[in-house]
């Protein structure tokens, strides 16, 4: 009786801190969202002042609805008290943030699961654990609501862990979202489209390592890019099929990434949007000429949303509508 009783009260604490941040379309009928990613913040370390600056310049300029981390956020010791001054910019501006790890997130003596516990501790953190019979970390499916405040969902947002580094003897590089994460998008996706009269819903998803398609994509002379690219794109040796995975559901329309820190593109690739954030750190590690955010605006309704890059300095860059400008592209 005990134990049935516990497991109730984990599943309502999980209930509550779901819908406590419940995340819906404004009443415009829009979700504005900024991406930060390679933060690379070391708590207590003068180099990273400039990084603490443009989180908050950002979030003053784009008064967002939810801000997304996609990984290498905190890479130095303490390591909460670095999560601390991070989370705090959400926190004391009472905006819905959630997260997903990089590479470098758990080389500081603190597991994934450790800093999965951690983040999802937060106020304003709208990430859950993920189930244990999932790999890595994060890996959360967030419904976005309607304007009118009913309980339709009308967009979805996906975190996945990309993982860290190949766990194959004699294949080296970068790690990539396993088969059983995968296979876990393909029956969140299957749930959410039979509840939306088998129609795919709008959905984005965001994580850290590129896929292999990201280098395919911006390659092929035909694609349509908008941003830079300044140096080749880290992505797995391995292709594990998560791209095939988004076709086949017919849900996502775009993917946003970290990682690579001077390349800030997005390219179309087979109606897909593949796009990098806006490397937002500084110089404790390597750097773009700027930093910054990507900002990402989904429309309630429809499968389109409109993104840019904002600096520190308050420049705004190779702003886009997707799919609007790449459709009128290929026409000409």
């Given at each position: 009786?005990?134990?049935?009783?516990?497991?109730?009260?984990?599943?309502?604490?999980s209930?509550?801190?779901?819908?406590?941040?419940?995340?819906?379309?404004?009443?415009?009928?829009?979700?504005k969202?900024?991406?930060?990613?390679?933060?690379?913040?070391?708590?207590?370390?003068?180099?990273?002042?400039?990084?603490?600056?443009?989180?908050?310049?950002?979030?003053?300029?784009?008064?967002?609805?939810?801000?997304?981390?996609?990984?290498?956020?905190?890479t130095?010791?303490?390591?909460?008290?670095?999560?601390?001054?991070?989370?705090?910019?959400?926190?004391?501006?009472?905006?819905?943030?959630?997260?997903?790890?990089?590479?470098?997130?758990?080389?500081?003596?603190?597991?994934?699961?450790?800093?999965?516990?951690?983040?999802?501790?937060?106020?304003?953190?709208?990430?859950?654990?993920?189930?244990?019979?999932?790999?890595?970390?994060?890996?959360?499916?967030i419904?976005?609501?309607?304007?009118?405040?009913?309980?339709?969902?009308?967009?979805?947002?996906?975190?996945?862990?990309?993982?860290?580094?190949?766990?194959?003897?004699?294949?080296?590089?970068?790690?990539?979202?396993?088969?059983?994460?995968?296979?876990?998008?393909?029956?969140?996706?299957?749930?959410?489209?039979?509840?939306?009269?088998?129609?795919?819903?709008?959905?984005?998803?965001?994580?850290?390592?590129?896929?292999?398609?990201?280098?395919?994509?911006?390659?092929?002379?035909?694609?349509?890019?908008?941003?830079?690219?300044?140096?080749?794109?880290?992505?797995?040796?391995?292709?594990?099929?998560?791209?095939?995975?988004?076709?086949?559901?017919?849900?996502?329309?775009?993917?946003?990434?970290?990682?690579?820190?001077?390349?800030?593109?997005?390219v179309?690739?087979?109606?897909?949007?593949?796009?990098?954030?806006?490397?937002?750190?500084?110089?404790?590690?390597?750097?773009?000429?700027?930093?910054?955010?990507?900002?990402?605006?989904l429309?309630?309704?429809?499968?389109?949303?409109?993104?840019?890059?904002?600096?520190?300095?308050?420049?705004?860059?190779?702003?886009?509508t997707?799919?609007?400008?790449?459709?009128?592209?290929?026409?000409?």
């Amino acid at each position: 009786m005990n134990k049935l009783f516990g497991i109730f009260i984990l599943l309502l604490a999980s209930f509550i801190h779901v819908h406590a941040q419940k995340i819906s379309f404004d009443r415009d009928g829009l979700l504005k969202i900024v991406q930060f990613t390679d933060i690379h913040y070391v708590y207590n370390d003068s180099r990273a002042d400039t990084t603490l600056l443009n989180i908050e310049r950002i979030l003053d300029a784009e008064n967002p609805d939810l801000i997304v981390f996609t990984g290498d956020i905190v890479t130095g010791k303490p390591v909460k008290e670095g999560w601390d001054a991070i989370t705090r910019f959400a926190i004391d501006r009472k905006i819905p943030f959630a997260v997903t790890l990089g590479n470098h997130d758990d080389e500081q003596g603190t597991t994934r699961t450790e800093l999965e516990n951690l983040i999802t501790s937060y106020p304003y953190n709208i990430n859950v654990a993920s189930s244990s019979y999932v790999d890595g970390v994060l890996n959360n499916v967030i419904p976005v609501y309607g304007s009118d405040n009913n309980m339709k969902i009308k967009a979805l947002l996906y975190t996945f862990d990309s993982g860290a580094y190949s766990t194959i003897q004699k294949v080296n590089g970068y790690g990539w979202i396993r088969p059983n994460i995968i296979s876990w998008y393909r029956r969140q996706s299957i749930h959410y489209t039979i509840q939306n009269n088998f129609q795919p819903l709008p959905a984005l998803a965001f994580f850290h390592i590129p896929l292999p398609e990201y280098r395919l994509a911006y390659d092929d002379a035909e694609n349509k890019r908008i941003g830079d690219k300044n140096e080749n794109e880290c992505s797995p040796a391995l292709n594990s099929g998560m791209f095939l995975a988004m076709k086949e559901m017919g849900d996502i329309m775009g993917t946003f990434v970290g990682h690579d820190h001077v390349n800030n593109y997005l390219v179309n690739y087979f109606d897909i949007a593949l796009a990098y954030g806006q490397f937002s750190g500084w110089k404790t590690t390597y750097v773009a000429p700027v930093n910054g955010a990507r900002i990402i605006v989904l429309k309630e309704n429809k499968r389109e949303f409109d993104t840019w890059i904002r600096t520190i300095d308050g420049n705004i860059q190779f702003k886009a509508t997707y799919p609007v400008d790449f459709i009128q592209s290929a026409k000409k």
